[in-house]
């Protein structure tokens, strides 16, 4: 079983920390030793590297077998046991590589987009439900305030809630209207992000019909997206009552700070839309 994962945890690099490599040189890969430097190689023991007719293979094989050195002594005062990383080679030309890893990356940049539309959408989605539900207390109200019958019985047995009603619906009317205005805020957002995506996706088109590329990524990804919408914040029957309770903490602050909900700026009530 690959180690791969193990390793690359075990050797994440820390913030700042400066990576070494050694250089890159004529010197053979042998015994896994490399050149810290380049410049010429001064053998460590020039009589062995003389019987060796200054063959680096026999050197190296002589000079790890011999008691005195061994595989760690330097066979060579540049040599290192630092370790080369193989040289990157895909085998295509330099344009047909600017083309490959730009379309990687217009491919990692669409991807990220689409995630952030998802978030977008996942707070107009608990907007869309608390607007609602706050028109449809307005409505009620109204309706209240025109009942002469309810009118007269409130004024005689609930004298609080009478004084207060007026009130009420000037709080919803503003609740909705902040509602509303991040509604309009959420949405061009979205539109925005939409055009950057087609954007996107145009260059990955274009880069993709160049290298004769047709892997239909685009419309993956919209098979994707359509399949994650099925999956996102849902609210239903049993939701009702954590909307009434929110609409009515959010009718509170309203009275107490009208201004807040009027606010445009995007994620203002930010105790219900941090996303």
Do not use: C
């Amino acid at each position: 079983m690959s180690r791969h994962n193990d390793l690359m945890y075990d050797y994440r690099p820390s913030i700042g920390e400066s990576l070494t490599y050694p250089v890159e040189s004529t010197m053979p890969n042998v015994e896994n030793w490399n050149s810290i430097s380049t410049g010429e190689f001064v053998p460590t023991d020039r009589a062995l590297w003389a019987e060796s007719g200054e063959d680096y293979q026999e050197y190296m094989r002589r000079f790890a077998a011999d008691p005195r050195y061994g595989k760690f002594k330097k066979p060579f005062s540049k040599a290192t046991m630092m370790v080369q990383p193989t040289k990157w080679n895909t085998g295509y030309s330099n344009e047909t590589t600017k083309a490959l890893n730009a379309l990687a990356l217009s491919k990692g940049e669409a991807n990220k987009v689409a995630d952030a539309i998802g978030v977008v959408n996942n707070s107009i989605q608990r907007l869309e439900a608390l607007f609602h539900q706050a028109d449809k207390d307005l409505t009620a109200k109204k309706k209240l305030s025109r009942n002469s019958a309810y009118i007269d019985l409130a004024k005689r047995e609930a004298m609080v809630e009478f004084r207060t009603l007026n009130s009420d619906i000037a709080a919803l009317e503003a609740l909705i209207r902040g509602y509303g205005n991040q509604l309009s805020q959420l949405r061009g957002d979205g539109r925005e992000l939409n055009e950057e995506l087609e954007v996107i996706l145009e260059d990955y088109r274009n880069i993709a019909a160049e290298l004769n590329i047709n892997d239909g990524f685009d419309k993956k990804m919209a098979k994707e997206i359509t399949k994650a919408s099925g999956t996102g914040l849902l609210v239903g029957v049993s939701s009702g009552a954590i909307l009434a309770a929110g609409a009515l903490f959010l009718l509170l602050q309203t009275r107490r700070s009208p201004q807040r909900v009027r606010s445009t700026r995007r994620g203002a009530d930010g105790l219900f839309f941090r996303a």
